[in-house]
């Protein structure tokens, strides 16, 4: 019998209402009663776009707001006790840095308040700051010091890293670099949950994709059964010019089909890919036949835009 997967997180009905400052407002349900479990040692995106409730939802993981409603368990106890018992770290977007401190400094400042800290050494080059860490904080690029709060929150060796926003100020070797480390760190059974907008990190990157939508999970999967769920494939084809209008219309007329014309090809979105290809490649007379992938992003602005929870 296939054993089930510890949860290093465990969400039940989770709920957090604000009162707004505006009276015809009234309250804002931010959370709306969501369950999730993610497993020790998952790499998990969290999505949404602005007042989706990720932000809400990861503040209450970490113990900075409580629910209004529903339970929080992060491995077995409630996040405060957690984090006492150093098994939470953060990466957040700002804060947290001394500017005037060295990157060495830095490290060794936090490492006094751990009782049994990971070797000073080590959390620089997982970071990737051998390089800078005689360097000041406020001589730091924007990807440095968020590379130094990563350093800081593997401190304390903890099992679950969740990350705000985690390579932003980062170019394009850097971010490599830094998930290449996420990586190393899941496989030593670490917990890794992050909230990104940038989508092709998450498809790059996550083994699972959670979507929010108006406080709600509105998908929620491996990154490319997500991707696959909403996104609708693009099939394109060359069609003779005197019946290109017409196979155009034959095919909108199929349910869950939209067809157009750009630049003298056959432009299809459709739900079955395979249906449509054989049809045009059949008694529709088409040729040079090209189907694209959905990409996370289709899925995102689907999903999220619906809020389609089916």
Not at 32 to 61: C, F, Q, R, S, Y
Not at 252 to 265: F, N, P, Q
């Amino acid at each position: 019998m296939t054993s089930t997967p510890s949860s290093s997180i465990r969400l039940r009905g989770l709920h957090k209402t604000f009162t707004s400052p505006d009276p015809q407002l009234g309250e804002v349900h931010a959370v709306a009663g969501i369950d999730l479990d993610i497993h020790t040692g998952e790499i998990v995106a969290l999505l949404g776009p602005n007042g989706a409730g990720k932000t809400t939802t990861l503040d209450m993981v970490l113990g900075f707001t409580t629910p209004s409603a529903g339970t929080i368990e992060v491995f077995g106890v409630d996040p405060q006790t957690a984090i006492l018992d150093g098994r939470i770290a953060a990466v957040l977007q700002t804060g947290g840095l001394l500017r005037d401190l060295t990157v060495d400094e830095t490290v060794e400042l936090i490492a006094s308040t751990h009782p049994a800290p990971r070797p000073a050494d080590e959390v620089i080059e997982r970071a990737g700051l051998t390089g800078v860490r005689q360097q000041r904080v406020q001589s730091c690029s924007g990807g440095e010091q968020q590379r130094l709060r990563f350093a800081l929150a593997l401190l304390g060796d903890p099992d679950l890293l969740v990350l705000d926003e985690p390579t932003t100020g980062m170019d394009v070797q850097a971010r490599q670099e830094f998930w290449a480390a996420m990586r190393a760190e899941a496989e030593q059974g670490r917990t890794i949950v992050f909230a990104t907008h940038y989508l092709q990190e998450a498809e790059d990157f996550a083994q699972r994709t959670v979507l929010m939508a108006n406080g709600w999970i509105v998908a929620d999967g491996p990154t490319d059964e997500v991707r696959r769920q909403a996104a609708r494939r693009r099939v394109s084809a060359r069609v003779a010019a005197d019946r290109i209008d017409a196979v155009r219309t034959e095919l909108a007329a199929l349910d869950g089909v939209h067809a157009t014309v750009e630049r003298g090809r056959l432009i299809v979105e459709a739900n079955d890919s395979d249906d449509i290809a054989r049809r045009l490649l059949g008694q529709l007379g088409g040729s040079d036949l090209e189907i694209e992938a959905a990409s996370l992003e289709s899925a995102f602005i689907q999903l999220t835009r619906t809020g389609d929870v089916s």
